[in-house]
């Protein structure tokens, strides 16, 4: 498969839309029986009783949506090496079974990793919003990219 993004295509400014997902109560509830079992994601009656008024997904379900469309429209056509973390990570608002999800990525800044020439690090700001252009979920991080044409090593001294 041919690179599409490389770390020098990643500058300060670029922004990608990453795609739609529109989560159902299944999905949601078979996640959260999985990995984040509380009942207000796992059951209309007591997510109505919740603060959140109804059945709502997992927060980290809503990482996982995000996940899933950065690596089918992002990280699929780059030259990716994995991320040392995150820095900040805020769900907003609730995300609801049949709410479409619409993920942004804005590269926030990107500088050559200083020991490893052929790898770039860019840090990046995803944003998703609801139908209703409400914004859901924040997160900040570090990507790692090979880079197009690797720096020099810099010289011993």
């Known amino acids: 498969m041919a690179i599409r993004y490389w770390w020098e295509d990643l500058q300060p400014g670029v922004v990608?839309?990453?795609?739609?997902?529109?989560?159902?109560?299944?999905?949601?509830?078979?996640?959260?029986?999985?990995?984040?079992?509380?009942?207000?994601?796992?059951?209309?009656?007591?997510?109505?009783?919740?603060?959140?008024?109804?059945?709502?997904?997992?927060?980290?379900?809503?990482?996982?949506?995000?996940?899933?469309?950065?690596?089918?429209?992002f990280l699929r056509d780059s030259s990716s090496m994995g991320s040392p973390g995150l820095e900040s990570l805020k769900w907003l608002k609730p995300v609801y079974p049949g709410d479409t999800l619409a993920l942004k990525h804005r590269v926030l800044e990107a500088r050559p990793m200083n020991s490893r020439p052929d790898i770039g690090l860019v840090r990046s700001v995803w944003e998703m919003f609801n139908q209703r252009g409400e914004q859901v979920l924040h997160?900040?991080?570090?990507?790692?990219?090979?880079?197009?044409?690797?720096?020099?090593?810099?010289?011993?001294?």
């Open 139 to 157: 997160m900040e991080g570090w990507g790692m990219f090979r880079r197009r044409t690797p720096a020099a090593p810099a010289a011993a001294g």
């Open 16 to 73: 990608l839309e990453l795609g739609t997902v529109s989560p159902s109560a299944e999905e949601i509830k078979h996640f959260a029986a999985q990995f984040d079992p509380q009942p207000f994601h796992l059951d209309e009656e007591a997510g109505r009783q919740s603060v959140f008024g109804g059945l709502c997904a997992s927060g980290w379900h809503t990482c996982a949506l995000a996940m899933r469309l950065t690596v089918d429209h």
